[in-house]
């Protein structure tokens, strides 16, 4: 097999197998499709490589300046690989198996106070051209804060989820796992009131002759939703209006917000990891840090001793 079938087959797997996201295989593909070329400019692939030259390799990405986390996913993707076409006896060793990757410096998450938060929602609902926009980012502002989904679940929430005023909400996340997530007042609030507008926004378009759409944010393009960079685009404008730094503003600092200020006010740290549907709670305890360094910063900035 060529090194294009053995990658073919392999993001195959992932997605029959694992129920790997599109943007998890494509994220395979590119780190995969750049190893391979390593490979084929010095008369080797994949099926021929050693662990010396994927050792190799590894040394010529930090010679290229990429960062650590570049690295250490790409050596995630090869060692995937090379698990695989072991356990489906393309090679009969992993030549990848007893490599080390580089070290990855735990950054802490950055955040947003809950005074920051609370002016992007009150902004959010101002913003747009028209009502019906300004309807849409309110309620996808409340349902980002409310429940902390990854921007990807966001988007693609279908309207069946959303329907009959519900008290929980039903979210499908990585690998197609399913977690339900309580909705608060507002949120529940924001999204009755996009859902009227949208019912009657699909109504028209129906008389029109136009198809409805499944998706609880829809759009004209060809994913039939909101993509994830169109809502990205739409946060640093809502940040703008509301006064905070564009910079320091992502759809991921709201979901790291939400997890926050969960356990800023006493939640259960499992409870928060079902909630973002972490796999694993150590994911999930970079939060405690988050909350030690917010609590060192208020001594040093408010005790009196600590001033100069």
Not at 86 to 99: H, K, S, T
Not at 275 to 303: C, M, N, P, Q
């Amino acid at each position: 097999m060529s090194d294009r079938h053995w990658v073919s087959a392999f993001l195959e797997a992932q997605a029959a197998e694992r129920g790997a996201s599109d943007n998890t295989r494509a994220a395979y593909g590119r780190d995969l499709s750049d190893f391979a070329a390593w490979l084929a400019e010095r008369g080797l692939g994949l099926e021929a490589a050693q662990k010396a030259d994927v050792e190799a390799y590894l040394i010529d990405c930090e010679a290229n300046g990429l960062a650590v986390s570049t690295r250490a996913r790409r050596l995630s993707s090869i060692k995937q690989l090379y698990r695989f076409t072991f356990e489906e006896g393309l090679r009969g060793d992993n030549p990848a198996v007893q490599i080390a990757g580089p070290g990855r410096p735990k950054r802490l998450p950055k955040t947003l106070s809950i005074e920051e938060v609370d002016r992007l929602l009150e902004a959010a609902g101002a913003h747009g051209r028209t009502e019906s926009d300004r309807l849409r980012n309110a309620c996808l502002m409340q349902l980002l804060y409310a429940t902390g989904m990854r921007v990807s679940e966001l988007v693609t929430l279908p309207l069946s989820a959303a329907r009959g005023d519900p008290r929980m909400l039903l979210i499908r996340g990585k690998g197609g796992k399913e977690r339900m997530v309580p909705l608060s007042p507002p949120a529940r609030a924001a999204l009755g009131t996009w859902l009227a507008r949208r019912e009657a926004m699909e109504e028209a378009a129906r008389i029109e002759g136009k198809p409805a759409s499944r998706h609880l944010f829809a759009s004209r393009g060809k994913a039939g939703h909101l993509t994830r960079h169109a809502f990205y685009l739409l946060i640093k404008d809502i940040a703008v209006r509301a006064g905070v730094s564009p910079a320091r503003v992502t759809p991921h600092t709201l979901r790291h917000a939400f997890a926050t200020h969960l356990l800023q006010n006493g939640a259960d740290l499992r409870a928060i990891q079902t909630f973002l549907g972490h796999a694993d709670v150590s994911t999930t305890e970079i939060y405690t840090h988050v909350l030690e360094e917010r609590l060192k910063e208020l001594v040093l900035d408010h005790h009196p001793l600590a001033r100069e």
